[in-house]
């Protein structure tokens, strides 16, 4: 079965550093994606960055970026710059098929809060 | 371009009711995804579609849930009758296939659902 776990209930960063957010997942596929939402308090999810199981190069989307360690199964996020208007739940996602079925799951998410 | 459009974005029912919440996806789009967001549980795949066709729907918590997608533009999900404890977050979100494990959910606002 596929899992994303995120370690970090909460984050704190201060405004205009960079930081990571862990992730590590669980799965028996060779081809496989994984993924980064944010969900401000407003409620919805918004996509920030893909990274393929087969791709060689580390994700990168502005500020974003996906730091990708396949062996390690880890697909942490790494946010330069935090803005306060970063602060929000972050969500590590995976895309997988197994057993004739897509499976897109997620983490519990990781609140990050970053301070003037 | 229009998002994924769902309705309503709030609904507060009493417990034996009916509930129906309902998902515009994006144009061109073949598949649907249907979550449930909780704070205990976090994000919980309940159903998805392929091209119209329910593939999986192993996340439905029981007979009460039901989701249809009569046409490629749009989707329901039912609850009958609902319970105190159906009272979350629901999200649509729709993604087309780049490829196995490509192509982002692109996710609805979400209905936010009060059962008393």
């Known amino acids: 079965a596929q899992k994303i776990t995120q370690t970090q209930p909460g984050m704190f960063v201060q405004e205009k550093e960079a930081v990571t957010l862990d992730c590590t997942y669980d799965?028996?596929?060779?081809?496989?994606?994984l993924f980064w939402y944010k969900q401000p308090s407003s409620g919805e999810m918004i996509f920030l960055i893909y990274?393929?199981?087969?791709?060689?190069q580390n994700a990168t989307e502005g500020r974003y970026s996906l730091n990708f360690q396949k062996a390690r199964k880890s697909a942490n996020l790494v946010i330069s710059a935090s803005q306060l208007g970063d602060s929000a739940m972050y969500f590590c996602?995976?895309?997988?098929?197994?057993?004739?079925?897509?499976?897109?799951?997620f983490g519990k998410g990781t609140k990050l809060t970053v301070n003037p | 371009d229009a998002g994924v459009i769902q309705s309503p974005r709030h609904e507060v029912t009493e417990m034996g009711q009916e509930v129906t919440l309902r998902c515009k996806p994006i144009?061109?789009?073949?598949?649907l995804f249907w979550y449930r967001q909780t704070m205990m549980r976090g994000l919980e795949l309940l159903i998805y579609?392929?091209?119209?066709?329910?593939?999986?729907d192993s996340g439905m918590p029981e007979d009460r849930f039901s989701a249809k997608m009569p046409n490629a533009s749009f989707s329901t999900l039912k609850i009958q009758p609902s319970e105190p404890r159906d009272s979350a977050v629901y999200f649509c979100?729709?993604?087309?296939?780049?490829?196995?494990?490509?192509?982002?959910?692109?996710f609805g606002e979400g209905s936010r659902l009060t059962v008393l």
């Open positions: 579609f392929n091209n119209n066709v329910p593939i999986d």
């Open positions: 996602a995976m895309r997988g098929y197994q057993g004739g079925s897509e499976k897109l799951v």
């Open positions: 990274q393929g199981s087969y791709d060689e």
């Open positions: 979100a729709s993604s087309f296939n780049s490829g196995l494990n490509t192509g982002e959910l692109f």
């Open positions: 144009s061109g789009h073949d598949y």
């Open positions: 799965t028996s596929d060779q081809s496989y994606g």
